[in-house]
């Protein structure tokens, strides 16, 4: 999808979107991922892969853990929105990110999502909102991971 050349449009949440709305998704989704961690633990394609993610969750809770008791505008959100910098963590939550975003159609893609969207309200309602900003997510995506 990132070659010169490469298609306009792909499909994300079962509706097709912009290449670049599809990246937006992605992005969101791995956040999502981190920070509701283990909800999608089910989603791994391998136990080793879950593990990974177990380990790469956890480094992120540490991170995390000072900034909830900092006054004013807290961050704590943000070791959960950085892109992982393990290659296998990586390759782990992108293959959970993109297995969400590859629902048949909207309703599949609204199954899938829902027991994050909950987790991910529950856990961290700023991050939730956040990310179902336009900017962050495409329609189809903000559908998907609308409140219920």
């Not at 989704?29 to 089910?42: N, S």
């Amino acid at each position: 999808m990132l070659a010169a050349g490469g298609p306009e449009s792909t499909t994300s949440a079962g509706t097709p979107v912009p290449v670049a709305h599809y990246f937006a998704d992605l992005c969101a989704v791995v956040a999502m991922i981190f920070r509701t961690w283990p909800e999608a633990r089910p989603y791994a394609g391998t136990s080793f892969l879950a593990a990974a993610l177990d380990t790469e969750h956890a480094s992120r809770a540490a991170q995390a853990q000072p900034m909830l008791n900092t006054a004013g505008k807290r961050k704590a959100s943000k070791p959960y929105t950085a892109p992982p910098t393990d290659s296998l963590a990586a390759g782990a939550v992108l293959h959970i990110a993109t297995r969400l975003l590859r629902a048949a159609d909207p309703y599949e893609a609204r199954e899938l999502m829902a027991p994050l969207v909950h987790r991910l309200r529950d856990a961290d309602r700023a991050l939730s909102v956040y990310l179902r900003r336009a900017a962050w997510m495409s329609t189809p995506m903000r559908t998907a991971a609308g409140d219920w």
